[in-house]
């Protein structure tokens, strides 16, 4: 089949490819695209509200190249420690393919940014899980999720996710919780005395408290996006089919790895559903796990048809664009 040979592939070639999608969705961003509101950039507890002052083009610069990046990062990450079947570029090309209609509809918010800091805080959490003899992977893994949510308060419910995440991947001993806790603290004491030392650390938890509830609920649905975002559930169902189904099969360090981003799924669609001002732009981060699962799907699955029509469907919703 068209797709089969790609999909089962261990080459590399389509890293030099990515480059040229994301161009495409640039391109068409400039000539078709149009500016669709933002989201809402919070100030987080520690300032961070240095992109103000950056032209619109400037802003789709920037959102190529960290979604390029971000891409690049996640083919190395399984590269370093292989939690999918084999070694495949295809979660760098999901992850491209899944966030092209945010980078043609020019969407700039700060969760692509801070998607970069959980990237972190996953290493650490596929070391803890590689790594039972050393607490420093739990300590950064606590680290990041910490400085994410301190600049963007949007995502305090991944701190849930931290400790929860801990008993899928085989690290809950009290030794264990107590070096996530103290990765977690260390950025939280900085940020206390941050706030102590410029005299604000009584607006430190109204200024929390603020950031966390500014916006407006995700309340409707067009037609194109129930559609859309139906397709990616569709998908989403088989692939964690096929993942129960391998399941028996696979390394332990790659059963919990696949737990941990299945967890990671559902909390950022808690954090969708549940946390005000937070709307499409969370793809940039819900991709993340999604690229991974849907890749697992398609190097293990022993239907190649079915295969080849699924990414195909994949393609067909994440490249046509509502404009």
């Not at 389509?14 to 695209?33: N, T």
């Not at 996953?122 to 739990?138: E, H, P, V």
């Not at 859309?228 to 989403?236: A, K, P, S, V």
């Amino acid at each position: 089949m068209i797709f089969d040979g790609y999909l089962r592939s261990k080459k590399t070639y389509m890293l030099f490819i990515l480059p040229l999608v994301v161009a495409i969705a640039g391109v068409c961003h400039f000539y078709f695209g149009r500016n669709l509101p933002e989201g809402i950039a919070t100030q987080g507890l520690i300032p961070s509200d240095v992109v103000a002052c950056i032209r619109p083009e400037g802003k789709a610069y920037i959102i190529c190249l960290f979604t390029l990046g971000i891409a690049y990062f996640l083919f190395f990450i399984n590269a370093w420690y292989k939690f999918l079947a084999q070694q495949t570029t295809l979660p760098a090309v999901i992850y491209v393919l899944l966030t092209f209609g945010l980078i043609v509809q020019g969407t700039f918010s700060w969760i692509l940014f801070f998607t970069f800091f959980i990237s972190l805080a996953f290493i650490g959490l596929l070391g803890a899980i590689n790594n039972t003899k050393s607490n420093r992977f739990i300590f950064n893994f606590g680290f990041w999720i910490a400085w994410t949510v301190l600049f963007y308060p949007k995502f305090i419910l991944l701190v849930l996710w931290a400790f929860c995440v801990l008993f899928f991947s085989g690290r809950s001993t009290l030794k264990d919780i107590m070096a996530l806790l103290i990765g977690i603290l260390t950025p939280v004491y900085f940020t206390f005395f941050y706030y102590y030392w410029t005299d604000q650390l009584n607006e430190f938890f109204s200024l929390f408290k603020d950031n966390l509830l500014e916006g407006e609920y995700l309340r409707q649905l067009t037609i194109f996006q129930i559609v859309r975002y139906g397709t990616l559930l569709f998908l989403l169902f088989i692939s964690l089919y096929y993942i129960t189904v391998y399941y028996p099969v696979s390394m332990v360090s790659q059963r919990r790895s696949m737990l941990s981003l299945v967890s990671m799924l559902f909390f950022c669609i808690l954090t969708l559903l549940f946390i005000p001002g937070i709307h499409f732009d969370m793809m940039y981060l819900v991709a993340l796990p999604l690229a991974y699962i849907y890749s697992q799907y398609f190097v293990t699955s022993r239907l190649p048809i079915v295969g080849n029509i699924l990414f195909l469907l994949l393609l067909g919703v994440c490249l046509v664009v509502e404009i």
